[in-house]
């Protein structure tokens, strides 16, 4: 089962060295023990393009989807047993990461 | 068999079987939908065939094999027009249980209704119908909530469950204490919505939660009778439920403990409940620290052991108060501390107590109800007039209302 966890972030800061030194080390351990499929962080919303090619011709927006003050800073997803297991990873990223985090199971 | 012993045989399996029979469903099916649904089927079908059949000898079995038919007619019904996804399940079906393993899989439904990952209303409404066996019309009137939004609910639960993986089991070791602690959260939220009920019309004290909430308890107390918490809660929840017919007055009115009968007060629950804590008390002497459900039991345990208020053995209420401030430093634990404290050292320095916890509680009816009593002792009228208005707007509980209404208009 793969879950969706994203890191729900607040303030206009990428991670500090030491936040990047304890979330390269966890996703060393994610993938020694099978959990890691993929991990990212993102560039700022401010950076994002938003597209809608449904009509005639591509529309593109600058700007991401949805204006909010908290915003996805980045993500993993992960292959986990069960949601007990995701969430006790969750817990973990949260810590090393030092941000809210999002568990969403894929379908 | 009389028709009215074949009722009290369908009541009596419902209350006693619903869960075994809900719980190996799920764990057999996979699925608390299917299960929930062919468990009420079953006892349908009990309804309509034991009158004229007989009680079968060992009713949880006939049911539990009844809801199975059901459950597998369904899922056949279902593949008929679906993938056969489903049918999977039928293949890889689990070897019967072992019956020493029945109380574990009543656990494991108790913990996957009651996780955290689910809003806490969610949990108490899946918890009472999936493990209570309360149907949604009457979790609905116990709540006071229109039934569709338990419905949802319950639904949306159940969805949840099924989308994000919510395991179907005893959480492990490490997770064990902190996911009981949820489990005993939901069952005292229900209690407390039974002994304090809210709104405007309703009966003051819900017995039929306190009840259930009672009942539930004692299941998990069956199934870890380790477990101190467990054992704490149910104190708690006994001590509190003997003094339950003095604690409203004929008219309606709150009766509070210095002024109840406890001549009325339920002797058997008051044993029960002094037993447990001190079977908890043995173990805090060889030197776990009890928690905060335990502490609350002993504090009661202290109240229901005097025959009159005035026997009430204040300093140790007021060192269990000091204990359970060290475990969990809320405001609200300092305001009942600070009443006890009324008790030994005065009105006078129980109100410059409670008054330093204006900030934090000044939206709570108990800090301007227990505020309004301290000024009254101190014979500050007219603050406590104020103090007393302001509780009574704030108060849900009708009883609670009518009692400080009463107080007020006694002030000179």
């Known amino acids: 089962m793969q879950y969706l966890v994203s890191v729900i972030d607040d303030t206009a800061g990428s991670a500090n060295p030491e936040e990047m030194a304890a979330i390269s080390a966890f996703n060393v351990r994610l993938k020694a023990e099978g959990h890691w499929v993929f991990a ?7 950076s994002a393009t938003v597209i809608d090619n449904r009509g005639e011709e591509a529309r593109f927006t600058d700007g991401p989807f949805v204006e909010s003050k908290e ?37 | 068999m009389s028709v009215a012993d074949v009722r009290e045989a369908i009541t009596q399996a419902h209350r006693e079987e619903w869960a075994t029979v809900v719980a190996s469903l799920t764990r057999r099916f996979g699925d608390l939908d299917i299960a929930e649904e062919a468990a009420a089927e079953a006892f349908a079908t009990a309804v309509r065939r034991w009158p004229a059949d007989g009680v079968p000898p060992s009713p949880g079995a006939w049911l539990t094999t009844t809801a199975s038919r059901k459950a597998i007619d369904r899922i056949r019904r279902e593949n008929k027009r679906d993938d056969k996804q489903k049918e999977a399940r039928l293949l890889h079906d689990d070897p019967p249980e072992p019956l020493g393993a029945i109380g ?19 949990r108490v409404a899946l918890t009472l119908r999936m493990v209570a066996g309360l149907t949604v019309p009457e979790i609905a009137r116990a709540f006071l909530v229109r039934e569709t939004t338990i419905g949802q609910r319950i639904t949306r639960a159940k969805a949840k ?27 005292f939220l229900v209690f407390n919505e039974g002994y304090l009920a809210t709104g ?30 467990v054992a704490g809660l149910l104190a708690l929840m006994l001590l509190i439920e003997a003094r339950r017919t003095a604690r409203v007055s004929a008219i309606g009115e709150l009766v509070t403990l210095a002024e109840q009968d406890r001549g009325t007060w339920d002797g ?14 043995a173990v805090a002497a060889a030197g776990a620290a009890p928690g905060r459900y335990q502490i609350l039991a002993a504090i009661n345990a202290v109240h229901t052991s005097a025959r009159d208020v005035r026997d009430t053995d204040w300093s140790q209420v007021v060192a269990l108060y000091d204990q359970l401030v060290r475990l969990d430093p809320s405001p609200i634990i300092a305001l009942n501390r600070a009443v006890a404290v009324a008790e030994i050292d005065g009105p006078e320095v129980a109100l410059a107590a409670v008054d330093r916890l204006e900030f934090k509680l000044v939206g709570y009816h108990a800090y301007h109800a227990t505020r309004a009593d301290l000024l009254r ?3 500050r009228s007219h603050e406590s007039r104020t ?24 002030l000179g």
């Not at chain 1, 990212?40 to 401010?46: E, N």
């Not at chain 1, 941000?99 to 969403?104: P, Q, T």
Request: charged residues 30%; aromatic residues 4%.
């Open chain 2, 268 to 281: 058997a629950l008051i044993a029960e409940g002094h037993r447990l804590v001190r079977e908890r008390l």
């Open chain 2, 377 to 379: 002792r101190l014979g």
């Open chain 1, 71 to 107: 915003y996805l800073a980045g993500l993993w997803v992960m292959d986990a047993a069960d949601l007990d297991e995701a969430l006790r990873l969750a817990a973990e990223a949260s810590k090393h990461c030092n941000r809210k985090i999002e568990v969403r199971p894929f379908l």
């Open chain 2, 104 to 122: 574990d899989e009543r656990l494991r439904l108790i913990f996957t209704c009651c996780h955290p990952a689910l809003a806490m209303e969610a």
């Open chain 2, 387 to 410: 103090a007393y208005d302001r509780a009574i707007e704030l108060a849900g509980n009708t009883a609670e209302t009518a009692y400080l209404t009463r107080r007020r208009d006694q």
């Open chain 2, 161 to 187: 469950i099924k989308a994000a993986r919510i395991p179907y089991r005893v959480p492990s070791a490490e997770d064990l204490p902190a996911r009981v602690s949820g489990v005993l959260a939901v069952l």
């Open chain 1, 40 to 46: 990212g962080g993102l560039a700022a919303p401010s």
């Open chain 2, 200 to 229: 405007p019309g309703t009966d003051p004290v819900r017995h039929d939660l306190t009840a259930e909430a009672i009942r539930l308890t004692r299941l998990i107390r069956a199934l870890m009778p380790q477990d101190g918490e």
